[in-house]
């Protein structure tokens, strides 16, 4: 059974850092691509960044320059590394997997990200 577990949220004053996980157990991790999302309150869930199997990235406008998306293969786990937080970065963020033979993507619970200002 696939499962993606998030960790790392929390509360942060603006300006300030915070480093997001995520574990995935079930899948064959290092041919999967992996994302984080985020979804704040009313709005649309929306794609922040991105990191293909092969190690290539790419970011959204709004968090280019502040955050950074890596993985570790080895122990099966994605990162976000988010610095110079702002009050609009609070959302749920939530971690992606999508093999690219396949149409179904697999998302974990989510985590919550809360920049105070």
């Known amino acids: 059974q696939v499962q993606l577990v998030e960790s790392g949220g929390g509360l942060v004053q603006a300006g300030g850092s915070l480093r997001l996980s995520c574990a995935a157990s079930?899948?064959?991790?290092?041919?999967?691509?992996m994302a984080w999302y985020r979804q704040a309150p009313g709005k649309q869930r929306e794609l922040v960044a991105r990191?293909?199997?092969?190690?290539?990235?790419t970011y959204s406008d709004f968090v280019r320059g502040r955050f950074t998306i890596s993985r570790d293969n080895a122990k099966n786990t994605v990162y976000l590394q988010m610095n110079s937080l702002k009050p609009e970065d609070t959302a749920v963020y939530y971690c992606?997997?999508?093999?690219?033979?396949?149409?179904?993507?697999?998302w974990g619970q989510g985590t919550q990200v809360t920049v105070s200002s």
């Open positions: 992606n997997a999508d093999h690219p033979a396949y149409l179904t993507d697999y």
């Open positions: 079930g899948i064959i991790f290092s041919v999967n691509d």
């Open positions: 990191i293909f199997s092969g190690g290539s990235t």
